[in-house]
Every structure is written in C-alpha cells, then in structure tokens.
C-alpha cells in the first residue's frame, strides 16, 4: 500500500482545513487507516482513526470535536477535516494504514505510512 497525503498549508487559529490521504492497492476497503501528527521536538501523536467499512472513529482527547475523520473506498482516500484549529495543532500530518484492527491509536500498529503533510496554524 502507498499512501499519499496532501491538504496541508498555513492557516489562522479558528479556521479550517481539510487533509486527504491517497492510497494504492484494491483492497484498500480492508485497511483500518489512521492519522498521527508530529511537531518539531515532539514524538508523533495520535490523531483519528478509521475502520475499514469506516463504521467507526476514534479520536485523540486534543482534537475531539474539532476533527472528524472520514473515507471513501470507492476513491480509495480517506480524509480529515479540522476545524477551530490552534496554534498547537501546527505539526506535520501523516497518514498511516494498519493490516490489524487493534491498538489504532498506536504508532507501532500500523505498517504503511505517508510521506506527510505540513499543517501550519498561525495565532
């Protein structure tokens, strides 16, 4: 699996942004996706997750209710949309891809990583 991720850029405390993530391969409807981020100096955070039929969602207690995670298989991406962001979301963004369905909210459960995108929140 390849994962593409795109969407970041600069934006102010309180607007928006919206991420995606393109991913390879047929059987991307089987793949729990996730997404982490990383600040300079910091270890990579867990953000959201996604089950593969996308019935459920999980997020990390910073972005409850300010992020929702999405896909759509037949375009094989999957999607964040942030809202009300802060100068503390500010991080690279990646997007990962996991063939178990269990610990999604740990780096070290996923096998297929994006390259990253750069999400800047300016106050």
């Known amino acids: 699996v390849q994962l593409q991720a795109s969407g970041g850029g600069l934006v102010q405390a309180g607007g928006s942004l919206s991420l995606s993530c393109a991913a390879s391969?047929?059987?991307?409807?089987?793949?729990?996706m996730g997404w982490f981020r990383q600040a300079p100096g910091k270890e990579r955070e867990f953000v959201a997750a996604?089950?593969?039929?996308?019935?459920?969602?999980d997020y990390g207690d910073s972005v409850k209710g300010r992020f929702t995670i999405s896909r759509d298989n037949a375009k094989n991406t999957v999607y964040l949309q942030m809202n009300s962001l802060k100068p503390e979301d500010t991080a690279v963004y990646y997007c990962?891809?996991?063939?178990?369905?269990?610990?999604?909210?740990?780096?070290?459960?996923?096998?297929?990583w994006g390259q990253g995108t750069l999400v800047t929140v300016s106050s």
């Open positions: 990962a891809a996991a063939r178990l369905g269990w610990g999604l909210n740990k780096v070290g459960s996923y096998d297929y």
């Open positions: 391969g047929r059987t991307f409807n089987s793949y729990p």
């Open positions: 996604i089950r593969g039929n996308g019935g459920t969602t």
